[in-house]
């Protein structure tokens, strides 16, 4: 591909809540796009909405494309994705690029690159942040871990849905730099829930205080875009409890591993199991506060 406005055909691997509008994004911009979902009913119903094509196994959608992108659970649902008959590397031919937007864990990562490299397949590890409204605005950040050469020909493409996209290092930097994206939110959104929670007690208005520090060294994304449904105690929307107690897991495993040392993550992330029991696995991460009224 020499530039963004070059065409390819693709092929999109999980169509969840990030990867149906991502996705989508791809069809828009008039890529040929090739889909496959476990339910193939989220197959359809994607393609009730954009032009593309519905494949039975992911092998199926990979055959002919230059570029196949997964978005799926965890390592054990990428794993599957990828290989064996029916996975994505049998359909790939030599040259072609596996792009993996889930969150996983960098050892498989790096198990899976060497996979896709026996058989002259190019694999560039793709987390990507920005919620739900990221993925539909187009406006995500990812962050990417591979050969450079390989990186060069994939940014054109990602480009479609994000707002900033950078390689960090080699093969797994780019799912090492999603732990660190989800420490920090981890962290913050606990700070921010006892911010809040001490504001109620004391007496205080909620919206007033948040207008006026959230445009000094206090504010975040966070205070920002979850301070009025934290207050409000909606949480029926955004990133599930259970999605970051799984990427907290790999932090936290990948600290052990690599002798860091997450003393109030592992803290925080033993609140969030909390949420859990409260019935609360599916509320957005900000559901923190709930422990604390």
Known sequence: MSGESDMAKVAFLGLGTMGFPMAGHLAARGHDVAVWNRTAAKAEAWLQR???????????AARGAEFVM?????????????????????GMTPGAIFIDHTTVSATITRKLA???????????????????????NGQL???????????????????TYARIC????????????????????AVLLQGLS???????????????????ISQGAAGSWQMVNRHKTMLKGEFDFG?????????????????????????????????YKDVQ????????????IRRLR
């Open 239 to 271: 990133f599930a409890v259970d999605w970051m107690r799984k990427d907290l897991a790999i932090c936290l495993a990948t600290a052990d591993e690599i002798g860091a040392r997450l003393p109030v993550t592992a803290l925080v992330d033993q609140f």
């Open 141 to 159: 950040s990812i962050m990417c871990g591979g050969d450079p050469a390989d990186y060069a020909r994939v940014e054109p493409v990602l480009a």
């Open 194 to 212: 006892e911010a809040l929670a001490f504001g109620e007690k004391a007496g205080l208005d909620g919206e007033k205080v948040v207008e006026v």
């Open 166 to 185: 950078r390689l960090i290092g080699p093969s797994g930097s780019g799912q090492l730099a999603k732990m660190v994206n989800q420490i920090c939110i």
């Open 114 to 136: 060497a996979q896709a490299a026996t058989g002259g397949i190019a694999f560039v590890d793709a987390p990507v942040s920005g919620g739900q409204a990221g993925a539909e």
């Open 50 to 60: 954009h032009k593309g094509r519905h494949a039975a196994t992911p092998a199926e």
């Open 277 to 288: 029991l409260m019935g609360g696995g599916r509320n957005d991460t900000s559901s923190l």
């Open 70 to 90: 997964a978005c799926v659970g965890n390592d054990d649902d990428l794993r599957a994705v990828c290989s064996g008959p029916d996975g994505a590397f049998a």
